[in-house]
């Protein structure tokens, strides 16, 4: 009908065009006329400047193919003649009532898609004004030649061909007649009341909705033809007309089908390529998943991130929902596993049209082209390792979202979020909190009241197992926002004893939930090498020899994952358009109490997050960094040779000085000296002195990390640079290389005994008399606590002694009445001297243990030592001669003075060799060590933010993330209302 309709038109058109045009027709006009009238009379004879002149995204539709077909029963052959002679003006109202079918656009193609009008069709095509060069250029010059107008008054008026139209009431009364001859045993469906009543009777059978010409055909015949063959013949050949019509449409929108995806892909290749040489645009769809993923990030408090709608893809473990997921994105892109736990977190996956099938994360700029085997294992690989890598340790899943784009030609747009598998019991290795956790994050991302919820549920094993189900009722307990879907149906059919079970399932009457629609779709054998070819053609196939089609206990638009990606797009936009602009009022009177409470608050600072202050953090600390390289070597060393003294004195004085001085004659003491010195060199001394560098570089650094540096100062960053100075200390390693040269040159330094100037000698003087009045500040100390107050601080301060005190103070005027009696007495105290020191203080009734006896007398020798050495100090010096004469021929030897100038020069070396260590090597280490710590902090957003805290920094977060929302939303409803 279409072709002749086509050839009429093309008749009047070419009677309207003038002969001298000279325009030569290469291929018939006939040929040309349908893909001119699409696209030319389309958009540019159309007067209407309201509606845009293209949709950016078309549509496609589909409905079931190569349906079956039984073979033609042979008629009488008088009934064929009749039919071909006397019911021509049958066949004309047939062909009229395909043509209005036509036109209105009807269910013919069977299911959900075929409900679009004719104009929706060309809505839906995409703008080809910009592509002039798909169409030959004499095809231009021919639509200048022809007038529209007359060519619309040659046609006939439709009052004129309403009167040509059979009685519609008449042939629903046929259809009445037959669905009461099979009232017995076959139902028809509903009763049918004239040409309205035809759809309703074709989908209450069970069969896709059929074209009305051949249907009228066969209703028109009269009572006479129907009393020669039985009713069974009858009814037979209605259905054979019935699928031969409709097998016959159906491949004409097939093919119109696969020009227009075709003719789509040469349109987005030439707009990839740049041909026209235009700025390249984000799609709406990838506006609006900006949009979500900046919500996932935003903080909770304003509780305002889940009201903007995602279609949620829940179900039970191994449901098949993933596999729902693939079908819909055309590729295989989800890792796979028999049985086990894949999905571990929340993966976003937004769905757009483009000119490649190519898919890439929104944190990574590799493509992941989905055509090619290796690159899709590649991609399922990565969406494995992330997963991974987002679950803690101790947990087995994470509600961290993985956002993944998928691009290609012929795909529906729309965001889909997959969620790990509702499981009902907690098995060997997983974290006992695994069930809660996932019930937890399918509720989060359910309560949005804006989510489409698609409810995956197994076909194949029993209803009453299913656990998602009641979840899904508890979340969206009236159904609003719910889409059933029945997998592994081919399975089901196979292994269910009562296939009519099915049927109560995708009607909503086997389980309490309620939801928008049912849908039962087959995603394959079950084999992870199938393709997404191989398992489009298994799906149909499947349902084309199903008799849960055939019986009628399914409908055509209830099938395939085809129809359910359509569904879902509709459902989808449809909750976008009428929430997203509720949101963004949200968002901006958000943005309004945020940015009053800044001034309010803050009103001399700038809107400084996180990251921001972060940054400036950063430079403040490499510039810390960067003045500790500036000390001073004088401040070093004097710093290095203090702490040094301050590590070894007590070894030096108690080890290496007490022992010799103690001996009778300055050879003992000499060699004494040099043999306790050699073994602290080799043993303990570079040990202590490389503890001393380091503890200086810490301590130096911590000062500079924490010195003020006027208004500039920033206590916002205490925390962080704390955490910084920490870390990298713990990161630092003293170059253990440069012990063995300090052991050296420590070695050579002691054993040098050649002081060449009195100033040295004077210097060495000053430094030992310095250690031992020290030392004797110490004892004396010591020797007070012993034995307490003195007389003049207990009248004075009214304190007393305690018990011990007493005993130890009675024990002190024995030993030193020994002391005076015995100048030159030992360091150690005979047996028999301290028996008489025990029966004296008896006599005097004081108990006393012989170890408090000795312990109190090492306090009193060695402050009595102390005070002699001091003795000795002052008259060494004027001992310097003595000393270049080797002290010949003299009372005063000064051997001691000797040792503390060796001492002395081995600590000034030491601290100059540490210093060049640290100034050349240590502080650049520590330097290196700062920015590695300050770039993982930096990469580290959990760290940042337990660092980088107060109300100060989480209002500018919000500000930002609430600006930058408001933004996208508002570029988002612009290109919305554009593509309307």
């Not at 002691?750 to 030992?768: G, H, V, Y």
């Amino acid at each position: 009908m279409l072709r002749v309709g086509s050839k009429v038109a093309c008749m009047a058109c070419r009677n309207l065009v003038p002969t001298r045009t000279g325009v030569k027709f290469r291929i018939p006009l006939q040929k040309l006329h349908p893909l001119y009238r699409a696209i030319h009379h389309r958009y540019y004879g159309n007067t209407n400047s309201q509606r845009p002149p293209h949709r950016t995204a078309a549509r496609y539709f589909t409905s079931m193919s190569r349906l079956p077909m039984r073979p033609p029963k042979p008629g009488s052959g008088g009934r064929g003649y009749q039919q071909k002679r006397n019911f021509w003006v049958g066949r004309l109202v047939a062909r009229l009532l395909k043509l209005r079918y036509i036109l209105l656009g009807s269910a013919v193609g069977g299911g959900y898609t075929a409900k679009k009008t004719y104009e929706e069709w060309k809505d839906m095509l995409p703008d080809f004004s910009e592509y002039n060069w798909v169409i030959p250029d004499f095809v231009w010059e021919l639509s200048e030649q022809i007038d529209l107008d007359k060519l619309a008054k040659a046609l006939p008026e439709m009052e004129e061909i309403a009167k040509l139209l059979p009685d519609f009431d008449k042939i629903g009364e046929n259809f009445t007649f037959i669905k009461s001859l099979l009232s017995s045993g076959v139902s028809l469906g509903s009763e049918v009341k004239g040409a309205s009543g035809l759809l309703l009777l074709l989908e209450t059978s069970g069969e896709p909705p059929l074209k009305a010409t051949d249907a009228s055909t066969a209703a028109s015949q009269d009572d006479k033809q129907y009393k020669k063959s039985s009713d069974k013949e009858r009814v037979d050949q209605l259905q054979e007309d019935l699928l031969r019509t409709q097998l016959k449409y159906q491949r004409m929108l097939e093919r119109l089908e696969k020009e227009n995806k075709e003719l789509r892909k040469v349109v987005l290749q030439k707009d990839d390529k740049g041909i026209h040489q235009r700025k390249v645009k984000k799609s709406l769809i990838d506006l609006y998943s900006e949009v979500l993923d900046i919500l996932s990030d935003y903080d909770a408090n304003y509780n305002t991130q889940d009201h903007l709608p995602r279609v949620i893809v829940v179900g039970d473990q191994s449901a098949g929902k993933t596999s729902v997921l693939e079908m819909i994105a055309q590729a295989r892109i989800f890792p796979r596993g028999s049985g086990e736990m894949m999905t571990r977190s929340p993966v976003k996956v937004t769905l757009s049209e483009g000119p490649h099938h190519v898919a890439l994360f929104k944190d990574s700029g590799r493509e992941f082209d989905l055509t090619k085997e290796e690159d899709l294992a590649a991609l399922r690989h990565e969406i494995e390792l992330r997963m991974r890598k987002s679950v803690k340790e101790g947990q087995t899943v994470s509600c961290e979202t993985i956002s993944l784009s998928v691009k290609g030609p012929g795909i529906q747009r729309m965001v889909l979020v997959d969620l790990p598998g509702v499981i009902s019991t907690v098995t060997t290795g997983m974290a006992l909190d695994t069930k809660e956790t996932i019930f937890s994050i399918s509720k989060a991302y359910m309560q949005n009241p804006n989510a489409i919820i698609l409810c995956i549920q197994d076909g194949s094993v029993d209803a009453e197992r299913s656990i998602v189900t009641d979840l899904v009722s508890q979340m969206d307990p009236h159904g609003k926002r719910t889409i059933f879907v029945l997998t592994k149906v081919d399975l089901a059919e196979k292994n269910l004893a009562s296939p009519n079970r099915i049927q109560q399932i995708v009607e909503g009457k086997l389980f309490p939930m309620k939801a928008l629609g049912y849908f039962a779709v087959v995603t394959g054998k079950g084999s992870s090498g199938e393709s997404i070819d191989s398992i489009k053609d298994y799906e149909e196939d499947f349902f084309q020899n199903s008799r849960l089609l055939r019986d009628g206990m399914l409908k055509a638009h209830q099938v395939t994952t085809k129809n359910l990606s359509l569904a879902v797009s509709d459902c989808f936009w449809k909750m976008v358009r009428e929430s997203v602009e509720q949101q963004a009022d949200v968002f901006k009177a958000s943005r309004f109490n945020l940015e009053t409470e800044w001034k309010n608050n803050y009103p001399r600072l700038r809107e400084l997050d996180r990251n921001e202050l972060y940054e400036k953090a950063k430079n403040e600390i490499l510039d810390e960094v960067i003045s500790l390289s500036q000390v001073t070597p004088q401040h070093w060393e004097a710093i290095l040779q203090k702490k040094l003294w301050e590590r070894v004195s007590t070894h030096v004085i108690e080890n290496i000085y007490l022992p010799a001085a103690q001996t009778m004659d300055s050879g003992t003491f000499n060699t004494t000296v040099d043999i306790k010195l050699k073994q602290w060199t080799d043993k303990q001394l570079p040990h202590k002195a490389l503890e001393v560098a380091w503890e200086t570089l810490q301590e130096e650094f911590a000062r500079f990390m924490a010195e003020y540096k006027g208004k500039d100062q920033d206590d916002i960053f205490d925390k962080l640079k704390e955490a910084v100075k920490d870390e990298s200390i713990k990161r630092h390693k003293w170059n253990e290389r440069a012990m063995d040269s300090l052991r050296v040159i420590q070695h050579n330094a002691l054993e040098d005994r050649s002081i060449t100037d009195k100033p040295q000698w004077d210097a060495a003087i000053q430094f030992m008399e310095q250690t031992l009045q020290s030392r004797l500040k110490d004892t004396e100390a010591v020797i007070k606590d012993m034995v307490g107050p003195d007389w003049k601080e207990r009248w004075m301060n009214w304190k007393n002694r305690t018990a011990d005190q007493h005993i130890r103070n009675e024990t002190k005027t024995e030993l030193e009445r020994l002391l005076k009696l015995h100048d030159e007495h030992t360091a150690y105290l005979a047996n028999d001297e301290v028996t008489t020191v025990r029966k004296n203080l008896e006599g005097r009734a004081v108990e006393v243990d012989p170890v408090l006896i000795k312990d109190t007398w090492h306090q009193l020798y060695r402050r009595h030592f102390l005070q002699k050495a001091l003795s000795h100090c002052n008259l060494c010096k004027r001992g310097f001669y003595y000393y270049q004469r080797h002290f010949v021929d003299s009372e005063l030897e000064c051997n001691d003075v000797v040792l503390f100038w060796r001492i002395q020069r081995m600590l000034v070396i030491t601290a100059n060799t540490l210093r060049q260590q640290l100034t050349n090597t240590e502080v650049r280490r520590l330097e290196k060590n700062v920015k590695e710590v300050l770039e993982d902090f930096g990469e580290d957003t959990e760290k940042k933010s337990q660092l980088i805290t107060g109300r100060r920094v989480q209002l500018a977060e919000d500000l930002k993330k609430v600006r930058e929302i408001q933004e996208k939303l508002e570029a988002f409803i612009e290109a919305l209302h554009k593509e309307k």
